[in-house]
């Protein structure tokens, strides 16, 4: 008589149920420092979104590359962790196993992934290449493109660079999906505020409370637009 077969566990639920973990702490996070952290605990929140939606696609096919980049994301967002670990050795680690994942399989989740370890490293140059690898790799991926135009202009912020950033952000306002469109108003106005030029900041966060109003970055362009009338 023949064994029976036994089904396979998805992973699915289980990531479910981290991710929207990780948006609850997230959301927690963003209310306890919404006028400060919006945009990027928005951008973050997203990013979850993203993954979230690789990891049900991916619960079926059960390859290697899959599950090292599940392992490597749960390092990279410091669930289930044995032992505690230094914030530099967390993402060193997790840009380990992404980089494995990537090397099994070429995915723009590993290549994203990779990319924000380095940037939360403070490895910025890497970040950068890393995230121009993706876009050139793969130009059609409507989940990761936007996102790597976002964290770009991010880490040309960090590296001092505000005209790179302002260029990687209007390349997003204007991507062929209009993914995010709200988000790249918010932080261009943030960052021609910061440069001086408190007008053509306030026209960014006008036109993001007129065109977005379901935004939920609105509250913060409302919030900037009386700063400037008070």
Do not use: H
Request: hydrophobic residues 35%; glycine residues 6%.
């Amino acid at each position: 008589m023949p064994k029976p077969i036994k089904k396979k566990v998805v992973k699915k639920t289980t990531t479910e149920i981290e991710v929207k973990g990780v948006i609850s702490r997230l959301k927690n996070y963003a209310g306890q420092n919404k006028n400060v952290f919006i945009g990027a605990i928005g951008a973050l929140v997203i990013s979850a979104a993203a993954i979230t939606g690789f990891f049900i696609y991916s619960g079926d096919t059960k390859n290697k590359a899959e599950n090292l980049t599940y392992e490597a994301y749960k390092i990279y967002y410091g669930l289930y962790q044995k032992q505690p670990i230094t914030k530099e050795e967390q993402y060193k680690k997790a840009a380990e196993i992404f980089k494995k994942a990537y090397d099994t399989k070429k995915s723009p989740v590993s290549l994203y992934y990779i990319a924000n370890c380095y940037y939360e490293m403070g490895k910025y140059e890497d970040a950068l290449n890393t995230l121009k690898e993706l876009n050139q790799k793969f130009p059609d991926d409507e989940r990761f493109v936007p996102l790597s135009y976002y964290k770009m202009a991010m880490v040309s912020l960090k590296k001092g660079n505000s005209d790179e950033a302002l260029k990687f952000l209007d390349i997003l306002y204007n991507y062929k999906t209009g993914a995010y469109k709200d988000l790249s108003l918010l932080e261009t106005g943030k960052i021609l505020d910061a440069i001086g030029k408190a007008e053509d900041a306030k026209k960014k966060y006008e036109e993001l409370t007129k065109t977005f109003p379901q935004s939920p970055f609105i509250e913060e362009a409302r919030g900037r637009i009386g700063e400037k009338k008070s």
